[in-house]
């Protein structure tokens, strides 16, 4: 099936583990109870079926462990070969899957010129996660008609960018999204719309390796000439390429709007003097649209002078945190009771951010009618709300666990 060519599925016998074992074992190893605490022993027959039924297929046994004193003992022989057998069926599943997957993803991309197979994946990931992001937009409709109005305002004439600002969670990215996706309705088949949120993927979190790929989209795109290979070797070299192809864009009459979110992912890790490579004045029919956070807008400020080029995204007011809590519950076919909403909004009025709202509605999407405010935590910030739910996933799977994880998908 599609499940078992996307899983990892391993099982294991704890053969002494019964009735008389201490009801503390029975959570520790994860078994089912009923509500006065002993062994469901429905829910262990349908497990011991699933199991069989496995095991029929021939392509997975049970790994079997005798526990010493109700627990697992690293220092005992059958432990360890326990262990062992345990990382290793898990190592070679998760070899397999990986090596799958690459075969297919290889397969997608043949279509794409020998050589820029990794810029079709790149345009696909910001594509996809900035459909992500704005699939649920609310409370912004002010500002998203000004920059538009300021866009088309300046499109016949050399400008500078537009900078969008605001607070970390305040939305920035979200807007940006949207913004790509109403242009991109309204431009016609000689206009091109490219979008990179910046840190996301090791191919936007350089400068030159961002420039190179939207010069070879734009290129691709619009007709022109492809930057030679030795252009690609030098810093300079490839701004002097990007500020020449955006003149040789708007020569050509074509329409090219570039979003460039979260701008301070490369100030945070490049010079102060890499921001050279943004021009100052772009011609006609060629837009640039940057975000920063506040924390870094006095950095950007060299590269636009007029107030009328500068918004702020602002945080959310008591109305428009509403009208998203009923957008997103709807489009995730749940309803929250009256003491649910209430919890939630209070919350939100706390930090009236976009993004601490959205980590609340994403646990809401979890609860049922019946489940009581009193046993849920809800930090009064992004940040707490986050905090909270990885000291849920260290209680639940325990903190050296959780902390690998974490680590190994931040270097991943």
Not at 101 to 123: D, F, R
Not at 229 to 256: A, C, W, Y
Not at 270 to 288: G, Y
Not at 311 to 340: H, W
Request: proline share 3%; glycine share 6%; with cysteine.
């Amino acid at each position: 099936t599609q499940k078992d060519a996307s899983s990892v599925l391993y099982f294991r016998e704890l053969p002494r583990l019964s009735k008389r074992a201490n009801k503390k074992n029975f959570a520790k190893f994860l078994l089912d109870v009923t509500a006065d605490g002993l062994l469901d022993t429905e829910a262990r027959e349908l497990l011991a079926d699933l199991k069989q039924r496995i095991c029929n297929t021939g392509r997975l046994q049970p790994l079997c462990m005798e526990l010493s004193k109700g627990a697992m003992d690293p220092s005992r022989k059958e432990h360890k070969e326990y262990l062992g057998k345990l990382c290793e069926q898990v190592t070679s599943q998760m070899k397999e899957l990986i090596g799958r997957n690459a075969l297919q993803n290889s397969g997608t991309c043949s279509t794409v010129e020998p050589g820029l197979s990794w810029l079709k994946q790149e345009i696909f990931h910001h594509a996809m996660l900035g459909e992500e992001k704005c699939s649920v937009f609310k409370g912004r409709d002010s500002i998203l008609g000004k920059i538009c109005i300021t866009l088309w305002e300046s499109t016949n004439d050399r400008h500078e960018p537009l900078l969008v600002h605001g607070p970390s969670g305040v939305g920035k990215t979200a807007l940006l999204c949207k913004l790509a996706q109403e242009i991109r309705g309204v431009v016609d088949h000689r206009g091109v719309v490219v979008l990179r949120l910046l840190g996301t993927s090791p191919l936007s979190s350089d400068v030159d390796s961002i420039l190179r790929g939207v010069c070879l989209q734009v290129c691709g795109a619009l007709g022109l000439q492809f930057p030679y290979p030795h252009i690609s070797n030098t810093h300079e070299e490839l701004v002097r390429f990007f500020h020449s192809m955006l003149e040789d864009v708007s020569k050509q009459g074509d329409t090219l709007l570039l979003i460039l979110d979260s701008l301070d992912q490369l100030l945070e890790t490049n010079k102060p003097q890499h921001l050279d490579w943004i021009p100052k004045a772009i011609p006609p029919n060629v837009q640039i649209i940057l975000s920063i956070s506040d924390d870094y807008l006095e950095r950007c400020k060299s590269l636009i002078s007029a107030e009328e080029n500068i918004f702020r995204v602002e945080l959310l007011t008591d109305d428009q945190g509403k009208d998203i809590i009923d957008a997103y519950m709807s489009a995730a076919g749940r309803k929250l009771t009256s003491e649910q909403l209430d919890t939630i909004l209070n919350r939100f009025q706390q930090s009236r951010s976009p993004l601490h709202l959205k980590l609340m509605l994403d646990m809401a999407k979890q609860w049922s009618s019946y489940t009581s405010m009193s046993n849920v935590r809800l930090g009064i910030s992004a940040q707490e709300v986050m905090t909270q739910f990885v000291e849920a996933l260290e209680e639940n799977h325990g903190k050296k666990l959780v902390s690998h994880a974490l680590c190994f998908i931040l270097l991943s």
